[in-house]
């Protein structure tokens, strides 16, 4: 729109008139997806008194001809979509009678109003206004009035229903009424705001707009309860709340203060509030203003209002009063070019998106304070009526406005993204951000509190009320205890031997007294170089009883790698055997060889040494990969493995009384097997140590499952998932409990192991530098219902552990928003070995534990809390990726990928960097002999119906297996490069006559010479008015008409010739069907 000194010009001409930019983007975005009533304006009345209906049927008539937006049509042509009168015409007013239904009456009233509310324009055949009356009795009436906001805002609600008012007066009386000459159309002003944007002020606006959204967020990133949908229905809902006077008051204060509005600051902390919740410190607004500043606009029904797109940055850590001040600078920005539409922006710069989700910005923030939308008829009782549309444009609205108790929140949210409770919790929220700011201004906006003390008492306790008994006696002492309860029970069994208990403690004693005889002290690190088995077992043990801490080496490593491990650990003494301990010459240690006979070592039998052990002594230092490749050696107490032994026992119920079989197919440098063996040598159960030659090979190991009769198996979902493709899952399973843990465990492999029946199944989480495990979640004990995360939730803390989900400041956040895991409790390693600068970052002082010294470990894992108080692993901090200005998890990708039927496994990879990068899938077929491999382009398809275009991959690999690292999980660096003629630089060529005729069409449009087949429009520069371009060279190429979301859902030239094909298939079965009717008529 034009400055207010511009006078709008009528039309040169009659006929289809071209649309406003917001009306275009409307009638775009009603296409793309047909049926929505989010863009419906309701209204309705219960009137009481004498009704005159024809005087009402009159005012209707005359204000339909008075204003010709409310019989306006919308086509589209050859040259974009375009608007048609239609002549005055009688409004058709459809009529109910209830009033034989005195009981039910209203209630069915109700319904039908919502109904009607509640139903689509179809606005190429439909003029945008509907009325409805129905009568309750021979006084009581209601009247539903519904438009399309394609034609209608807010102050047009309030034309509407003052001069409807006035007409029904004038008609009662018999008079003409006085309503001012409306001197223009709204098709007047839409072709004059179309010529107006070659005018010099606008330019300079729509100018200043490019740089202040250039390199804006594509999207706000806002944690939603369930999953966005490739194909949302903007079904919505309401919920209030009202700030008291005197936090109304401190916030008008604190506007003054810094020389303010109201809204200016409401703003500030909505700002503040979504940052919090997205995690960004960049964030996009909407901001509805009239949009009527020419004088002549003043009583024309049509969409004139205009949407401020306002971006606050909220970098370099802002106290609110600074943010404030931002915020003030961007309004008034904004208001000085508030000439240019929000929609005109939006069709120029949203390249390559679907319409699915409002581009630029998603939340909007309104200020009530347009004309008053009052109804008054003559001589009657009316009263306003609520509406439930049902239905709302944008993720977040949030409507405010000053009422007699305060100041009302009006928060409406879709309901395909979120709970009620979750909305309303951000007003809570907002509430307590408001009230601190208002306390001290001067505050970081990220240290403002956002959780009431009840939040914060149930998040930082209750949530972690895990307080546990664990004894005196550490595991190798426990383990000593087994030894006297059942000496010849086996304890240990690998492929060459079987240990009982006694034989494992004397083998274990051996060691121990070398050891000692060799100066060892306590505490001293002692490497462990030896191959996966039951005698690797037998020297962990006799490290312990020695007094050390036993340090895992992989003997397999290159020697320079084992050197440096050994260097980094302090090991100076390394136990190892005829293999392993002469490529340790060159680290420079002494070694223990226990195939050789270590003459001279000293005493090489003996009782247990029962020398006196501090829990806090180091039990085991284990290494895990460092981000500058540089690995870490974590140094793990006793008391912290005590903690974790009795814990998971706890958690699966073993016990003494009744010891189990427990199987780890891990080796021992790693402790993911750790789950297994120290529960399974504490509790006086037997340990099955499972070598690579079985554990890889789905028939023996099915076969060892089996004869051993496993009751505890642990696993990464990734290895069993390749066991089970190979074999029967059933066969592959414990009898009592299957430990998945590693990585994130999908549930199509949960469900599936749960599914065969022979056993539990509990999903493992915990980072090494909190003893093995932290957090457990047993299949099955919490229905989610159609909230159920991407992945099986990690659960809850196991027993002395504490778990807080934190942001960037380490404020605890609320239910559902995703922060980092911090992890507290008696689990906590004591640091890094030799790494005091990178132990210090990683674990700091617990603020929350209530005990001096107590510390967290920062994991670096991206969680958040159910609302059931569950936790849900997200993926790593640094996994996040940025495609297409798009923030997209990962694991979320896989996550979907893993539910196709013929998909077994997936893997999702960023390749590339900046405006290059994008998503390469990689997955396994499933094992089925009735099925064929996945074909790339169905899996693209499936996938572009379940998530949002920005998520679907631009590549995908079939791949035999995924590479595995020695810890079971994937080894995404293994990954080959996809290897399709796309990445390659080159196009698939047209294949199909339709094809053909599509890809040219498309390489026309786009500007470029070819478009190959696989190609995705949307990454080529294709946006919405393309589409319309394109769908009417499609329509006249092939004679049918294509929707227009099918260039969304199908984005490239061979799925658009699928969606084609099948419509001329359809139309040339209709044309038959037709021709066969008409033959037999004759």
């Not at 034609?151 to 004038?170: F, H, M, N, P, T």
Request: include cysteine; charge should be negative; hydrophobic fraction near 45%.
């Amino acid at each position: 729109m034009a400055t207010s000194g511009s006078v709008i010009a009528r039309r040169a001409a009659d006929g289809p008139a071209p649309l406003s930019f917001a009306q275009e983007l409307i009638w775009l975005m009603d296409r793309a997806s047909p049926g929505i009533t989010a863009w419906n304006v309701a209204r309705a009345w219960r009137i009481h008194g004498p009704l005159d209906l024809a005087s009402l049927q009159a005012a209707f008539d005359a204000l339909s001809a008075r204003h010709e937006a409310l019989r306006t049509i919308f086509t589209a042509t050859d040259d974009g979509p375009r608007a048609v009168v239609r002549a005055p015409q009688p409004v058709p007013i459809a009529r109910f009678d209830l009033s034989d239904y005195a009981e039910h009456g209203p209630a069915e009233a109700e319904r039908l109003v919502r109904e009607q509310a509640q139903t689509p324009f179809d606005l190429a055949n439909q003029v945008p206004l509907r009325v409805m009356l129905v009568r309750l009795g021979d006084q009581d009436w209601i009247l539903s009035v519904d438009t399309h906001h394609i034609v209608s805002d807010s102050w047009s609600k309030s034309i509407v229903s003052r001069e409807l008012g006035q007409l029904y007066a004038s008609g009662r009386r018999g008079t003409t009424a006085a309503l001012p000459v409306i001197p223009l159309t709204f098709s007047d002003f839409a072709a004059w705001e179309r010529d107006a944007g070659h005018t010099p002020t606008l330019a300079a606006s729509l100018a200043y707009w490019r740089a202040q959204l250039a390199d804006a967020p594509a999207a706000l990133d806002l944690p939603v309860d369930r999953p966005r949908a490739a194909a949302p229905r903007f079904a919505g809902a309401g919920t209030v709340a009202i700030l008291p006077p005197d936090l109304l008051d401190g916030i008008k204060r604190l506007a003054r203060a810094n020389d303010a509005t109201l809204y200016m600051t409401l703003l500030a902390a909505f700002t503040a509030l979504l940052a919090r919740y997205s995690g960004q410190d960049d964030v996009v607004v909407g901001s509805p203003i009239a949009g009527r500043s020419q004088s002549e606009t003043e009583g024309v029904v049509g969409y004139f209002a205009n949407t401020l797109v306002l971006r606050t940055r909220l970098d370099g850590e802002p106290t609110f009063a600074q943010l404030l001040a931002r915020v003030r600078a961007t309004c008034l920005e904004a208001y000085e070019h508030q000439e240019v539409p929000a929609e005109q922006l939006i069709l120029e710069l949203q390249k390559g998106g679907q319409l699915t989700q409002a581009p630029l910005f998603q939340v909007i923030l309104a200020m009530e304070d347009t004309l008053p939308d009052v109804l008054s008829l003559d001589g009657l009782k009316v009263r306003a009526l609520d509406v439930d549309l049902g239905a709302t444009k944008f993720d977040l609205t949030l409507r405010i406005a000053e009422v007699s108790d305060g100041l009302r929140l009006s928060l409406w949210y879709r309901t395909d993204l979120f709970l009620e409770g979750t909305a309303q919790r951000l007003l809570s929220h907002l509430r307590t951000l408001l009230a601190a700011a208002v306390a001290d201004p001067t505050r970081p906006c990220r240290a403002l509190p956002l959780l009431s003390e009840a939040e914060r008492h149930a998040l930082l306790v209750e949530h972690n009320a895990t307080t546990a008994p664990i004894g005196p006696a550490a595991v190798h002492a426990q383990f000593e205890a087994a030894v006297r309860r059942s000496p010849q029970a086996a304890a240990v069994v690998d492929d060459a031997r079987t240990y009982t208990y006694a034989a494992l403690n004397a083998e274990a004693n051996r060691l121990a007294h070398r050891l000692l005889a060799r100066g060892v002290e306590a505490g001293q690190p002692v490497g462990l170089a030896l191959p996966r088995s039951a005698r690797a077992v037998a020297a962990l043990l006799g490290v312990l009883k020695a007094g050390a801490a036993f340090v895992p080496l992989d003997p397999a490593l290159p020697e320079q790698r084992l050197a440096a491990l050994i260097a980094e650990s302090g090991v100076r003494l390394v136990v190892g055997d005829s293999v392993s301990s002469p490529r340790l010459g060159g680290s420079g240690v002494a070694t223990v060889d226990l195939d050789g006979d270590d003459s001279g070592a000293g005493p090489s039998g003996g009782g247990d040494p029962g020398l006196p052990i501090s829990l806090e002594g180091t039990a085991y230092v284990v290494f895990t990969s460092g981000s500058t490749g540089v690995p870490k050696g974590v140094a793990v107490s006793h008391r912290n493995l005590l903690n974790y032994a009795t814990a998971i026992s706890a958690r699966l119920g073993a016990s003494r009384s009744d010891p189990w079989t427990f199987a780890t197919v891990s080796p021992l440098w790693v402790d993911l097997g750790y789950t297994a063996v120290f529960p399974a040598l504490c509790s006086g159960g037997t340990l099955h140590v499972i070598g690579d030659d079985v554990a890889l090979d789905a028939a023996r190991f099915a076969a060892r499952m089996t004869t051993a009769e496993i009751d505890v198996l642990k696993i990464t979902p990734t290895h069993l998932a390749a066991l089970s493709d190979r074999s029967a899952m059933a066969g592959l399973l414990p009898r009592r409990w299957l430990v998945l843990g590693g990585e994130a465990c999908p549930w199509n492999l949960a469900e599936r192991a749960a599914a065969a029946g022979t056993c539990a199944v509990l999903n493992h989480y915990g980072p090494t530098e909190t003893t093995v495990g932290a957090c457990t979640f047993a299949l099955g004990e919490r229905d989610f219902g159609d909230l159920r995360p991407a992945t099986v939730p990690i659960g809850r803390p196991l027993g002395n552990v504490r778990c807080y989900v934190l942001d960037a400041a380490q404020q605890p956040l609320p239910p559902g928003i995703p922060g980092e895991l911090y992890i507290g409790g008696m689990g906590v390693a004591a640091g890094y070995v030799n790494r005091p600068a990178v132990s210090a970052e990683r674990f700091i002082p617990d603020p929350f534990g209530g005990s001096a010294g107590g510390r967290l470990y920062r994991t670096g894992d991206r969680v958040r809390r159910l609302p059931s108080g569950e936790l849900e692993f997200l993926g790593r901090l640094d996994d996040q990726v940025k495609v297409r200005g798009f923030r997209v998890e990962l694991g979320e990708i896989e996550s979907v990928l893993a539910q196709h039927p013929l998909v077994g496994q997936a893997a999702a990879v960023l390749r590339g960097a900046g405006g290059e990068a994008r998503v390469a899938a990689y997955v396994v077929p499933r094992s089925s002999p009735a099925s064929a491999p996945p074909d790339a382009g169905d899996v693209r398809t499936w996938l572009a119906e379940r998530l949002p275009d920005y998520m679907v991959p631009a590549a995908f690999v079939v791949v035999e297996r995924l590479p595995l690292g020695p810890s079971g999980k994937v080894d995404r660096s293994a990954l080959p490069h996809p290897d399709s003629p796309e990445a390659e630089g080159g196009t698939v060529s047209p294949r199909t006559p339709t094809e053909e005729r599509i890809a040219a069409i498309w390489a026309e449009l786009l500007g470029v010479e070819r478009v190959g087949v696989t190609t995705n429009f949307l990454t080529l520069g294709f946006h919405s008015i393309l589409a319309i371009r394109g769908l009417n060279e499609l329509n006249r190429a092939f004679g049918v008409r294509v929707p227009l979301r099918s260039f969304f859902d199908s984005p490239t030239v061979g799925q658009l010739a699928a969606v084609v094909d099948a419509e001329v298939a359809q139309a040339e079965e209709r044309e038959f069907e037709r021709a066969l009717r008409e033959v037999e008529q004759c």
